[in-house]
């Protein structure tokens, strides 16, 4: 069945790094346009950023912009987000998407606090 399972959120202090990661199984990964979505306590869900099936091209909310990096590995079936310079407002639960245009699938979901 189509799994998406995010892993590398956690606590880390301010100005600090973290990876996420988004293992995918059980569709064709290469054919998908992988985003990161995130949604803070009492606050909509909000697109981060989004990557290509082709990886060639990506696009960031303009809040993550030049601090977040979005790549994926079609190989491992894999999407990564590599987030530096967190600030406390990136404090939220981090979801991976697939989309196809016809398919849309979630992760569960990783929580990402930054807090000194």
């Known amino acids: 069945q189509v799994q998406l399972v995010e892993s590398g959120g956690g606590l880390v202090q301010p100005g600090g790094s973290l990876r996420l990661s988004c293992a995918a199984s059980?569709?064709?990964?290469?054919?998908?346009?992988m985003r990161w979505y995130r949604q803070a306590p009492g606050k909509e869900r909000e697109l981060v950023a989004v990557?290509?099936?082709?990886?060639?091209?990506?696009n960031y909310a303009n809040s993550v912009k030049g601090r977040f990096t979005i790549s994926r590995d079609n190989a491992k079936n894999t999407v990564y987000l590599q987030m530096n310079s967190l600030k406390p407002e990136d404090t939220a639960v981090y979801y991976c998407?697939?989309?196809?245009?016809?398919?849309?699938?979630w992760g569960q979901g990783t929580q990402v606090t930054v807090s000194s």
């Open positions: 059980g569709f064709t990964f290469s054919n998908y346009h």
């Open positions: 998407n697939a989309n196809d245009g016809y398919q849309n699938y």
């Open positions: 990557i290509a099936s082709i990886g060639t091209i990506t």
